[in-house]
């Protein structure tokens, strides 16, 4: 008599489970010979093996392919292990497929003697095998350290008497994009608790109306005053609602100039009441808009205040020269400060050498004079340039909102890059010390008084993107006048607001060379002491839904330069980490300014990108849409999201989380994923899985003094409160678009609100529409 290891199965042949093996064996096969001559990992060469063998034994009714298969289950949950530990999404693109596999073991029929013991135990063993690594995904997806890892929650007790209500902001009002022109977003109001938060429901709903399309954003925060909320669309129309009812009050549609704007968006608009208020227009929102013209409109009727330029209007390309309709747009509010209107502009990167000029200017809120503007490329001009000249072409723009300290008469002004962002040759000794700057502007004069360099000689876009934020900071020296300035690097400079001085410190460190001919780069890069969690990619760390997309990003890694941050551009492609959309974007950080906490949600997303030689341009536009042309140079640059085959990250999750890090001691509180992958999965078909995975987001967060932090930027529709003292999540509400803007909350007729602008975003890929939704507690 046969042995059971010989004896083959009486049932029909499994064909498409023995089909299935031998194609994922030679697959993974030939792709881990690819990737262990690359000195990558030799797991996948000795998978693919066992695969193939198991498909052909299987095929033939061998009873030694389950067994098999059953040992290189077990191998892979160790190298699993051993590689990921128990990290949930990192276990499941190496084990669930195999186990899956191993499952359909399960529906083979018993062998011709089904008595025998010995049999029935070998046909179950490969199920067994991958129930046991299903068991292990699920314990890890439940384990308590995937949720929140907590540090040491706070005290909100003993508030110190020199840090109490600094926050010179009326409890009731919403006056500016970050509340005060401090930009905290911290509101007083402490109707809503983390013990009653989870009652929140929708006040009211309202609906522009406007139509949006594949290149529009909703980015707004709207501002409240008195009893008015006002806010703006991404195609710039202006509206007035009651703060109560919701129900509007006016609207401007501003007509946008035709143009082929890369993205359309409005952050939001500004508030100037007049010291001496007379008449029509006392009250006005100052609107700039896409198409560069600085509006002022009656807060009270939304008519155009016509003693303002030109009956309400004042254009912002006077002294800009020739350009192109789209190059240069106004996104974020402009900023009014002791009666001046500040206002800075995108300037579209990457387009060429010669683009439109940074300049920062200051127009009178009620006339629209231009009172003066910072042209650092000619520091000693105060206003428009003499005819037949223009503004310092390229300079180095401010695209982000800024901060503003009246008694120390300072704007701080973030900076970007000279354009082009990714090849520097060209630049100017005015471009290399402003670049990737904070820059503190005299209020009344525009002239800079300090500066501080966050990135030498930018070659990776890392622009200050985030808003600055002042905070007067309790030290051993005593209470400090501060600025928090957030980056895309994920370093967070504190410095004093006076001087530019770091309080917190910061060194200078090496960073990798290689420079192209004609290039330079700095051989240090200056890093501070407070920084947001960031880890250093490896290949272990490379994702994907299967172990075959994980494999192709394996290899992708291996053939990418990368030896962390500041990795040079090059002809070859390198990984950009953190990529384009940095790790705090323009939603950048609350503060809870009476316990000194910072609040910051913040991405973990590579890039790849490379420099393409001017000869090789066509090609690479005709394969790639994320190709610039960086006219003027000797390359163009092509980059794009590192994606995998299935259109999912090759890193693997978390790409999005939020923390809390103490001000005091530079300690991460709390950190937490943020976002689960409902709306999201592979090839854009939304998984619908409700397990919290960490997703980018773009929109910032609010803090209240009650202990709470709102948030609803992230790519599944939800607003969500957290609690301040633990990251843990109190409420969540479905939004019925993407909400990436930043909340705000106000009070107005006995009841706080929370007011959260739902449009969608072109770059997310989120779901459009044209909401605006105020929550509340019920009044019952």
Not at 672 to 689: A, E, N, W, Y
Request: proline share 9%; hydrophobic share 40%; with cysteine.
């Amino acid at each position: 008599m046969q042995s059971p290891a010989d004896r083959k199965t009486q049932s029909r042949p499994p064909y498409v489970l023995s089909g299935l093996l031998i194609a994922l064996g030679v697959t993974l096969l030939v792709g881990g010979i690819r990737l262990a001559a690359l000195h990558g990992s030799s797991y996948y060469v000795l998978a693919g093996s066992i695969d193939v063998a198991c498909g052909v034994l299987l095929w033939r009714r061998n009873l030694w392919a389950e067994r098999l298969y059953a040992a290189l289950l077990l191998a892979t949950l160790a190298w699993a292990l051993w590689e990921a530990g128990l990290a949930p999404w990192s276990l499941l693109p190496r084990l669930a497929l195999p186990a899956a596999l191993g499952l359909w073991f399960f529906a083979l029929r018993a062998p011709r003697e089904p008595n025998e013991a010995q049999v029935a135990a070998s046909l179950s063993s490969a199920g067994l095998a991958g129930l046991l690594c299903f068991a292990l995904i699920a314990v890890a997806f439940v384990s308590p350290g995937q949720a929140v890892s907590s540090v040491a929650p706070y005290s909100f007790e003993n508030i110190p008497a020199t840090l109490e209500d600094q926050t010179g902001a009326s409890d009731d009002e919403w006056h500016n994009y970050g509340n005060t022109l401090r930009g905290t977003r911290f509101s007083a109001l402490t109707q809503i608790t983390p013990e009653n938060v989870s009652r929140l429901q929708v006040a009211w709903t309202f609906r522009s109306g406007e139509i949006q399309n594949p290149i529009t954003s909703a980015e707004a925060t709207p501002l409240k005053v008195g009893d008015t909320v006002y806010t703006c669309t991404p195609h710039g129309v202006v509206i007035a609602l009651d703060a109560v009812s919701g129900a509007q009050r006016w609207r401007y549609d501003p007509h946008l100039a035709a143009a082929t704007y890369w993205i359309l968006t409005c952050r939001g608009v500004a508030y100037y009441h007049s010291p001496a208020p007379t008449g029509a227009c006392a009250d006005r929102i100052i609107m700039a808009t896409m198409d560069e013209r600085l509006l002022a409109l009656d807060a009270k009727s939304g008519e155009l205040c016509n003693e303002f330029g030109d009956r309400g209007t004042v254009s912002l390309r006077e002294g800009m020269g020739q350009m192109s309709p789209h190059y240069q747009s106004p996104t974020s509010p402009p900023t009014i400060v002791k009666n001046h209107i500040i206002v800075g502009a995108l300037v579209l990167d990457n387009q060429s050498v010669d683009m439109p000029s940074g300049t920062i200017r200051s127009f009178d809120p009620v006339t629209g004079r231009l009172q003066w503007a910072w042209d650092m490329g000619a520091p000693d001009r105060i206003g428009l340039p003499p005819p037949g000249q223009t503004y310092t072409r390229s300079t180095p723009n401010s695209w982000t909102v800024f901060a503003a300290d009246e008694d120390l008469g300072l704007i701080y002004i973030p900076t970007g890059n000279p354009s082009p962002d990714f090849y520097g040759a060209g630049r100017r000794s005015f471009d290399e010390k402003f670049g990737s700057s904070v820059v503190a502007l005299d209020i009344e004069t525009g002239r800079p008084r300090w500066s501080f360099q966050t990135v030498h000689h930018d070659l990776w876009d890392y622009d200050l993107a985030a808003q600055p934020v002042l905070v007067n900071l309790d030290t051993p020296e005593g209470v400090k006048p501060a600025l928090v300035q957030a980056t895309k690097r994920g370093d967070i400079y504190v410095l004093d607001r006076r001087t530019g001085t770091p309080i917190v410190p910061v060194a200078e460190r090496a960073v990798p060379q290689g420079a192209l001919p004609g290039e330079r780069l700095s051989k240090t890069q200056p890093f501070s002491g407070l920084a947001l969690p960031s880890p250093l990619l490896t290949e272990a760390s490379m994702w994907g839904v299967t172990p075959i997309d994980q494999m192709m990003c394996r290899i992708a890694f291996r053939q990418s330069r990368y030896s962390g941050m500041f990795m040079p551009p090059g002809l070859t492609p390198s990984i950009i980490m953190p990529g384009l959309t940095g790790m705090v974007n323009w939603g950048g950080v609350s503060i809870d300014p009476d316990h000194q906490v910072i609040i910051a949600n913040y991405m973990i997303f590579p890039w790849r990108g490379h420099l393409v030689p001017r000869a090789e341009v066509p090609k690479a536009m005709a394969d790639s849409p994320y190709t610039s042309l960086m006219r003027g140079t000797p390359y163009a640059w092509e980059q794009g999201p590192w994606l995998g085959p299935l259109g999912v990250p090759c890193s693997q999750p978390p790409w999005g989380a939020l923390a809390a890090i103490d001000l005091g001691t530079n300690r991460v509180l709390w950190n937490r994923p943020l976002g689960t992958g409902h709306d999201t999965g592979p090839m854009r078909i939304p998984s619908m899985l409700p397990l919290t995975m960490g997703l980018p987001s773009f929109g910032g967060t609010v803090t209240t003094r009650s202990g709470l932090v709102f948030i609803s930027g992230t790519m599944d529709r939800y607003v969500r409160a957290i609690d301040i003292r633990t990251g843990r999540e109190l409420w969540k509400s479905r939004l019925p678009a993407g909400g990436q803007a930043t909340p705000m909350t106000y009070s107005a007729g006995g009841r706080q609100y929370l007011l959260v602008t739902a449009g969608g975003h072109s770059i997310l890929g989120t779901k459009f529409g044209d909401y605006t939704i105020a929550y509340a507690l019920p009044t019952h």
